[in-house]
T-cell receptor, first 117, second 111 residues
């Protein structure tokens, strides 16, 4: 079974600074997808960024980027120019690729990100 | 306006009672999912459905049941067999291999 580990229960960063959230995963599959979701106090799950395992290039979405190290099974999220609105729980998630059909996601336990003004 | 709706926002269950959580989508997605979130935990998969009239158990299906009679709807019933139902329940949809999109959630509390 796949597992996703987020080793940082809580992180704190000053506004406008950069922070990196860690995620490692364990799988025997070669085709899979990785995601970072944000859950603010409203509890709505919001997709931040997605990475296909077959792509070597790291995904980027505005201030959010990932460092995907497939051999190390590592998938960290970097948030640049942190803003107060970035404060939330961040979840790393894994899903098997196309051979697995429309399987569900496997989530880590989350990292609580605090933004200091 | 496209999206995923879940109702009710809060639900109270008495001992021995079955309750049903609603999930409706108008995104025309084939796949629908139910997740449970406990405090300090990530989401765990309860059930999922890839097409109408078909569904599969996830990691924690015991004490839950689902149906998928329409593409737009995937209700979750929390049965009396679920001894610890207090949690936040999230419904999601997806178009095949692509990203899953989540509804606003239902908080279930036991009286």
């Amino acid at each position: 079974a796949q597992t996703v580990t987020q080793s940082q229960p809580e992180m704190s960063v000053q506004e406008a600074e950069t922070v990196t959230l860690s995620c490692t995963y364990d799988t025997s599959e070669s085709d899979y997808y990785l995601f970072w979701y944000k859950q603010p106090p409203s509890r709505q799950m919001i997709l931040v960024i997605r990475q296909e395992a077959y792509k070597q290039q790291n995904a980027t979405e505005n201030r959010f980027s990932v460092n995907f190290q497939k051999a190390a099974k590592s998938f960290s999220l970097k948030i640049s120019d942190s803003q107060l609105g970035d404060a939330a729980m961040y979840f790393c998630a894994y899903r098997r690729g196309s051979g697995g059909g429309a399987d569900g996601l496997t989530f880590g336990k989350g990292t609580h990100l605090i933004i200091q003004p | 306006d496209g999206g995923i709706t879940q109702s009710p926002k809060y639900l109270f269950r008495k001992e021995g009672q079955n309750v049903t959580l609603s999930c409706e989508q108008n995104l025309n997605h084939d796949a629908m999912y139910w997740y449970r979130q406990d405090p300090g935990q990530g989401l765990r998969l309860i059930y999922y459905s890839q097409i109408v009239n078909d569904f599969q158990k996830g990691d924690i299906a015991e004490g839950y049941s689902v149906s998928r009679e329409k593409k737009e709807s995937f209700p979750l019933t929390v049965t009396s067999a679920q001894k610890n139902p207090t949690a936040f329940y999230l419904c999601a949809t997806g178009a095949g291999w692509e990203t899953q999109y989540f509804g606003p959630g239902t908080r279930l509390l036991v009286l």
